[in-house]
């Protein structure tokens, strides 16, 4: 299932009239040119803007080409209202970037100006209100400039599906983790819908397909997918119910919006009434560009989904966990590298990892709620989670989160995952990132983050950067080095 935005990159030149017309051309086909030797399919918009009706016509070719993400390049001064007319009027992300000069000996008739240009284009940008894809060197030669572009797709995949986007919800938020409960107004403020459901409308729905023809086909890919991790076979077909009545209902109600992802309560009664844990099909949704975000973890699932338009890749929701024993971190000295004690910590979620991104998934009970609901006896309706060591490798932590006052904030820090075993259950891993016991506690506990964090398994920390600053979120953090102090972190420590 294609759950994330398609983008068909367009690139339209901009020419102020006193320059000339032929240079921003001339330079637009040469950054179309280095696109296309970088493999970067890009839609070349003929028209070149010089003025309003220009900006219009340009719009109008944009439409017919359906292009959905459009690279503003000013290959001259460029006009500052038309220019950013055009960005005002397109419906879709936008990108400002601007021709430097090719060469000391043409610095009269093919001096352009476009540096210059760039500075009077972001002035009336401010005054459109827009929040333009920006590069942190926005001029450059054609080459360079491609691979701004390159840049720009990614972060233009997340803004465009986040503007596109409904979060079906199933449940009240559980009152033991009041940390997953945000406003969630100004998730509407960003272009996210929202479709708060009760528990009995996911268990009338689950009713529903009771004989959906489907099911015994996703029971059998099930076991396909779990190989010898299928332990319990049995309970295949009802949790392939589980998985046909959400995708079911997705389909039925997206209404007006185009891609849809979850966030569900799923304990302690979804247990008595479903008969098993929904983990796995948590698991295996994601990895259908599907994020289901467990324990209604509503900014959870939004934080999901922008690290899987990021990538393009099956991302998970963890809890930044437990601590790493010390005599762990000394006896995997050989894995641990330069890292210190406090610079790693476990990953960890009850099962609903993809099976890609673990070594040797199987199919296993859920020991917490098996203590709380079944008095540790024989598991029955606590199995069904999907567990495994997390297969070793990049890392990126990542979460969009409100504060209690409804304002956007947000984390994002690169990573690896080790290649240590986690002695433990779950879908676990031991996580390193540099100074993590410095941002745990000056940007998790300081701005009140909750214990959930998405996981892209790559680095992404630029792309989710800048989509972030195209979304108006300011309050950004990362993981700073030693040398850095947070603003209220003791000198003196």
Known sequence: MKNIPEIKLGIVAVSRDCFPVELSRKRKLRVVEECLNRDIPITEIKTIVENEK??????????????????????????????????????????????????????????????????????????????????????????????????????????????????????????????????????????????????????????????????????????????????????????????????????????????????????????NYFGFVPCYINSRLASRGIPVACEVDIYGALSEYMVLCATELPPTLLDINNTVPADMFIGAKNKTGDYKLSDLFMGFHCGNTPSSCLKDPAMKYQLIMNRLLESGKKPDITRGTLEGQIRPGEITLFRLQSTAGANLCAYAAEGEVLDIPPRSFGSIGVFAVKEMGRFYRHVLIEKRFPHHTAVAFKHTGKTLFSALRMLGVNDISHNQPRAMLYQNENPFS
């Not at 942190?136 to 840049?151: K, L, Q, R, S, W």
């Not at 100004?186 to 528990?199: A, K, R, T």
């Open 54 to 271: 220009d900006s219009l016509k340009a719009i109008k070719e944009a439409q017919q080409e359906n292009v959905n993400a459009l690279v503003i390049f000013l290959g001259n001064f460029g006009p500052e209202g038309p220019t950013t007319l055009l960005a005002q009027k397109f419906e879709g992300p936008v990108m400002f970037a601007a021709a430097a000069e090719e060469t000391g000996k043409d610095l009269v008739g093919g001096r352009g100006d476009a540096f210059c240009g760039m500075l009077n284009t972001s002035y009336n940008a401010g005054l459109r209100h827009l929040l333009p894809y920006i590069p942190e060197y926005p001029v450059g030669t054609a080459a360079e400039i491609a691979e701004m572009i390159h840049d720009f797709l990614p972060a233009a995949r997340i803004v465009g599906g986040i503007k596109k986007l409904k979060i079906f919800t199933f449940g009240p938020r559980p009152q033991d983790f009041l940390a997953c409960n945000a406003p969630i107004k100004p998730l509407y403020d960003i272009g996210v819908e929202i479709m708060e459901n009760s528990e009995l409308d996911l268990y009338d729905a689950f009713k529903a397909v009771e004989n959906d023809s489907g099911i015994k086909a996703v029971a059998q890919d099930m076991a396909t997918e779990l190989g010898k991790g299928n332990t319990y076979p049995g309970l295949l077909e009802k949790l392939a119910q589980y998985e046909v009545a959400l995708v079911k209902w997705m389909e039925e109600n997206l209404g007006a919006s185009e891609y849809g992802i979850f966030a569900n309560k799923c304990w302690p009664a979804f247990e």
